[in-house]
């Protein structure tokens, strides 16, 4: 079996799987049933891995499946696949749902995603530890209202290969900053306001309503998420389901680990659907 091997430099999570394991641990999951989706950002744990903890950790740990859609594309491009057999993960080897992925990509088409990239991979550790038992459908969807219908196909999918799937949508919110060429609202603690207040705000009430078109809106004109598709996968395939509205976990800023309001800044929320 090909296996993929993690990409990302040391420091977005830890490699030691004790030392995951006791983070992961003090983590407390999400009272209530078990969410069929969730959404979690994928900056690096120091900075939103408890956010990012509260999303997974709230998903079905009953699922045969979990499909991780990440982002960083831009409306249009095509659907990517990890076409490997299995991801590597510091608890071991995640395996892929090959059956599950040729089924959708006959449906939607796509690409190998063979690109360097953050939104799914640093999830990958906390899925494996929450659902050990689970396959991984890695892949990677635009910003666009494809992505939602391509949740809805998720669904029919799964059903019809008798599969019990959890998804989880992965994207940070307003990256704010000289790093980020943004920043109408100066700096210091009047900006860290408007970015927790009004930016991140507006873009979490469209997911918090479940409006897909909103939801793009939002991430376009305010530039307040950078994996709106992956958003519009796991909120397609809970409305398929039938399920409730999202509802909000967490919420935070990379600001919030520092002592003072840095220069550069990004947003980061879950939400269990």
Same mark, same amino acid.
């Given at each position: 079996?090909?296996?993929?091997?993690?990409?990302?430099?040391?420091?977005?999570?830890?490699?030691?799987?004790?030392?995951?394991?006791? #983070?992961?641990?003090?983590?407390?999951?999400?009272?209530?049933?078990? !969410?069929?989706?969730?959404?979690?950002?994928?900056?690096?744990?120091?900075?939103?891995?408890?956010?990012?903890?509260?999303?997974?950790?709230?998903?079905?740990?009953?699922?045969?499946?979990?499909?991780?859609?990440?982002?960083?594309?831009?409306?249009?491009?095509?659907?990517?696949?990890?076409?490997?057999?299995?991801?590597?993960?510091?608890?071991?080897?995640?395996?892929?749902?090959?059956?599950?992925?040729?089924?959708?990509?006959?449906?939607?088409?796509?690409?190998?995603?063979?690109?360097?990239?953050?939104?799914?991979?640093?999830?990958?550790?906390?899925?494996?530890?929450?659902?050990?038992?689970?396959?991984?459908?890695?892949?990677?969807?635009?910003?666009?209202?494809?992505?939602?219908?391509?949740?809805?196909?998720? !669904?029919?999918?799964?059903?019809?290969?008798?599969?019990?799937?959890?998804?989880?949508?992965?994207?940070?919110?307003?990256?704010?900053?000289?790093?980020?060429?943004?920043?109408?609202?100066?700096?210091?603690?009047?900006? $860290?306001?408007?970015?927790?207040?009004?930016?991140?705000?507006? #873009?979490?009430?469209?997911?918090?309503? =479940?409006?897909?078109?909103?939801?793009?809106?939002?991430?376009?004109?305010?530039?307040?998420?950078?994996?709106?598709?992956?958003?519009?996968?796991?909120?397609?395939?809970?409305?398929?389901?039938?399920?409730?509205?999202?509802?909000? $976990?967490?919420?935070?800023?990379? !600001?919030?680990?520092?002592?003072?309001?840095?220069?550069?800044?990004? =947003?980061?929320?879950?939400?269990?659907?």
């Amino acid at each position: 079996m090909i296996v993929r091997e993690p990409c990302l430099p040391p420091g977005w999570y830890p490699r030691n799987p004790g030392k995951i394991s006791r #983070f992961l641990t003090n983590c407390s999951g999400a009272a209530g049933e078990p !969410a069929a989706a969730a959404i979690a950002p994928h900056a690096g744990w120091f900075y939103s891995g408890r956010i990012a903890a509260a999303a997974v950790s709230a998903l079905n740990r009953d699922a045969d499946t979990v499909v991780v859609a990440g982002g960083h594309l831009p409306a249009g491009a095509p659907p990517l696949f990890a076409e490997e057999g299995g991801v590597r993960t510091p608890l071991g080897i995640m395996p892929i749902d090959t059956e599950l992925r040729t089924l959708l990509q006959g449906e939607i088409g796509g690409r190998e995603d063979r690109y360097r990239d953050n939104t799914v991979e640093v999830l990958l550790p906390m899925v494996h530890f929450f659902l050990p038992q689970a396959k991984l459908l890695w892949l990677r969807l635009p910003a666009d209202m494809d992505s939602l219908e391509t949740g809805k196909r998720i !669904a029919g999918a799964a059903a019809s290969l008798g599969r019990k799937l959890a998804v989880l949508g992965s994207t940070d919110l307003t990256h704010y900053g000289d790093n980020y060429i943004f920043s109408p609202h100066g700096r210091g603690e009047k900006a $860290l306001r408007w970015v927790r207040e009004l930016n991140d705000r507006a #873009f979490i009430e469209a997911v918090e309503v =479940g409006n897909p078109e909103k939801i793009l809106e939002r991430a376009e004109t305010d530039r307040s998420s950078c994996s709106a598709g992956a958003v519009l996968c796991a909120l397609g395939y809970a409305q398929a389901l039938g399920r409730p509205r999202p509802r909000l $976990l967490a919420y935070g800023t990379s !600001a919030d680990a520092e002592d003072e309001v840095p220069g550069s800044f990004v =947003g980061y929320a879950a939400f269990s659907l």
